[in-house]
């Protein structure tokens, strides 16, 4: 395998009884990367509890080595974990079908973080369980480097996160935004496919331009500054299917603010865990009739429509900064119309 691919896609996988296979372990890799771009439509992640206990059998592929038995035949090993706790199994020839029998559930994400050529020598299959560390409390630029996604907007975003001054909520960015699957696209997606912010890393600017708005909103108190700050940031999230390599079919079949609770899922059972009104909340925000949910129930907090106000003024502004300026100080932009006062001067 080769090295240079160190951000091919991730997987799930789920233990399973080894089944018989003539496939070599070259041939796993080969598998493994051939189909590296086919499952990035959806993300399903287990989640921690407080307690940090856990019991599901899914896991991520975090690292995959490749090595040699002492008696010189190919090996990989795969370090696999669930966020709380890892464990190896070594992969030979016997246990290829675990791997395809992982490709063959729904749609998944399949995202190798990291692949390694080295000599490590594997003397038999090996399962460790071992503690991993919980994504920090506060999200930090060492965890974005990590994704390869450090810039200006990564600063930005921390900077933000560091201002609402809410432990429990700057935690909960961090689970959400620690986790690469959710971290990459989300900086990487376009807002939309052809309206406002309709270019890579759109939904980053335009989610960044909503929640800095309410956050310099007056008349809040703390909590409630942070918790519309939080689901300002967030309240796109679900694009980050939508938007992604697979959503055109996605988008065709599912609104995107439908998917908000099940990318969240992660990070709002965490929260349950801590403050439960915050989680609900958050929960209540992400899906009433406003700021933008087709279906929901009414809102019934206020922020709900500041966050709406903040999402609308950041798209039209964004519109007409593309619009092109036509006569008596109109511009026009795919069928959207604006005018202002100065641009009659023009």
């Known amino acids: ?16 009884q080894p089944c018989t296979s003539d496939a070599t372990p070259s041939q796993i890799g080969a598998f493994l990367i051939k189909h590296s771009d086919a499952f990035m439509n959806l993300q399903k992640v287990p989640s921690p509890s407080s307690s940090m206990e856990h019991t599901s059998g899914h896991y991520f592929i975090e690292e995959i080595i490749q090595g040699r038995h002492k008696n010189g035949e190919e090996s990989i090993a795969l370090v696999l974990t669930n966020f709380i706790t890892k464990k190896i199994a070594i992969i030979d020839s016997k246990k290829i079908r675990e791997i395809e029998r992982a490709t063959q559930l729904e749609p998944l994400y399949f995202r190798l973080r990291k692949i390694d050529k080295n000599t490590y020598k594997v003397v038999k299959i090996k399962k460790t369980t071992e503690q991993v560390p919980f994504p920090p409390e506060k999200l930090s630029a060492d965890v974005l480097k990590q994704f390869g996604i450090y810039d200006k907007r990564s600063s930005q975003l921390i900077k933000l996160i560091n201002k609402i001054n809410h432990p429990e909520l700057e935690q909960f960015v961090s689970i959400v935004l620690s986790n690469p699957l959710i971290a990459t696209p989300f900086f990487n997606c376009k807002a939309s496919w052809s309206f406002h912010h309709s270019v890579p890393g759109g939904l980053l600017k335009h989610s960044l331009e909503v929640a800095e708005m309410v956050f310099a909103w007056p008349g809040m108190d703390t909590t409630e500054r942070a918790i519309a700050t939080v689901a300002a940031l967030l309240h796109d999230i679900g694009k980050i299917r939508t938007f992604g390599p697979d959503g055109s079919t996605y988008s065709r079949l599912i609104q995107h603010d439908a998917l908000t609770l099940e990318v969240l899922a ?18 209540h925000l992400f899906t009433a009739a406003s700021p933008g949910a087709r279906y929901g129930k009414p809102a019934m907090m206020r922020i709900a429509y500041l966050i709406h106000f903040a999402d609308r003024w950041s798209s039209e502004t964004d519109l007409q900064d593309m619009a092109t300026p036509t006569k008596n100080g109109f511009k026009s932009w795919k069928g959207n119309d604006f005018w202002s006062p100065q641009d009659n001067d023009q």
């Open 266 to 283: 992660n990070g709002l059972h965490w929260l349950d865990g801590v403050d439960k009104e915050i989680a609900l909340a958050l929960r």
């Open 1 to 16: 395998m080769s090295s240079h691919i160190k951000e091919a896609q991730s997987t799930l996988v789920t233990s399973t």
